[in-house]
């Protein structure tokens, strides 16, 4: 039961363009989102988040998109450099209770970013 | 402000064996994750950790335990490795809050 889901494996990008993330979930329960960067061999990197009690949020290029009746979020960059190139992963929390300290993945999608 | 610490880096081990990877989150952060990554699972939640109280538990088998000390850092053990155990292994910590911060992690391998 893939809670959150990430439907492309890989995104391809020319550099100075958008890159657009995209990511579903189905729990109605989750009421927190985040995104993070991984390259190999590193732990992730939390680049940016939102509360399900907000539909945007921007930090620099990135800005984070929730349409909770869709159950649909997104991770907008511009402009994408090729230093973005990584796995982008989304993940969500819910409150307290059996899911304290738990973030559910997303499968992780690719983003290279051509130069 | 240092990062989360995971030691070791690397970990070479047989079937059979036991295991024990440390965790030494950010300064002032009192709760710890632990996530294992495989290729086919992906980043799957293993328990957490705060002021040395377990409060939350994914689904893995009890060979896959952990604890906390006073001062937050973290251990997990795996005893009777199996193959499949083989994996990334990583921390993260939080105040807590809804933001968790990883380590680098420790690669696994079983053989």
């Known amino acids: 039961d893939q809670q959150v889901k990430q439907n492309s494996p890989s995104l391809s990008v020319q550099e100075g363009r958008i890159s657009i993330l995209n990511c579903d979930y189905t729990?109605?329960?989750?009421?927190?989102f985040l995104w993070y960067k991984k390259y190999p061999a590193e732990g992730p990197t939390f680049l940016i988040s939102?509360?399900?009690?907000?539909d945007k949020n921007e930090d620099g290029r990135f800005t984070v998109f929730l349409n909770k009746s869709a159950k649909h979020l997104s991770l907008h960059i511009v402009p994408s450099q090729p230093g973005d190139s990584a796995v982008y992963f989304c993940a969500a929390s819910a409150p307290g209770g059996t899911s304290y300290g738990k973030l559910t993945f997303g499968q992780g999608t690719i983003l290279t970013v051509h130069p | 402000k240092a990062g989360v610490t995971q030691t070791p880096r690397y970990l070479i081990k047989t079937r059979g064996q036991q295991v024990t990877l440390s965790c030494s989150p950010i300064s002032g952060h009192r709760s710890v994750s632990w996530y294992q990554q495989t290729p086919g699972q992906g980043l799957q939640f293993l328990f957490e950790y705060f002021s040395e109280t377990q409060r939350n538990k994914g689904n893995f088998p009890g060979r896959f335990s952990g604890r906390q000390f006073s001062n937050s850092r973290s251990e997990m053990n795996v005893s009777t490795l199996e193959l499949g155990d083989s994996a990334l292994y990583l921390c993260?910590?939080?105040?807590?809050?809804?933001?968790?911060?990883f380590g680098a992690g420790t690669r696994l391998s079983v053989l």
């Open positions: 729990n109605s329960m989750f009421d927190y």
């Open positions: 939102i509360s399900s009690i907000k």
């Open positions: 993260a910590s939080s105040l807590p809050s809804n933001i968790q911060y």
